[in-house]
């Protein structure tokens, strides 16, 4: 009796065990630095919100959906778009290789591959906003709404890359209705 008493209580504390062990690494993967590892290649060079804000010569071009975009932006940035990016459209508009070009997005993913394109089209200063607008938002730093007014608001892109915003306002939208939805 005493024996199967012991084991109840082992799984009950192995339990516990294993789940604040999962916990933890669940949580580890809620960072902007865990996703960019686990998403990144490395193939566009970094820049961080602290040295794009030194550096006001680059050309910022934003790489989030045309509704990510108009919710806010980082203020000058150009929407370039990710799924209908044209790069053609770009080297008319940045005909000049060595401008100095920030891509971003959200955190860092689809900005590294819009970076990997404009650098197989011989760009040679071409850098991906170490965690997107969501870092630079986190970081206390103004974004701009579709009329070039500050905004509190981020579109957060969905509720899972939304926990990565922890300094705005969360935005979703819908495609089929483009209903605002808020999370504070």
Known sequence: MV?????KYMRTYITIIVFYLFQGTVYAQNTIE???KKFNKNTV??????ALLVDSTAVL???RKKEEFE?????NAHWVGYQKFDIDQTISNIPDKDTPIVVYCSVGVRSEDIGEKLI??????VKNLYGGIFAWKNQGNPVFDANGNK???VHAFSKHWGKLLTNAQNIY?????KLEKTVH
């Open 3 to 7: 024996y199967l008493v012991l084991i």
């Open 34 to 36: 865990a996703t960019l």
């Open 45 to 50: 060079g970094y820049i961080s919100v602290a």
């Open 61 to 63: 071009l934003d790489t």
């Open 71 to 75: 919710v806010s932006h980082l203020q």
């Open 120 to 125: 197989q089209a011989s760009y040679t200063n």
């Open 151 to 153: 905004t509190e608001k």
């Open 173 to 177: 939208t819908t495609k089929s209705k």
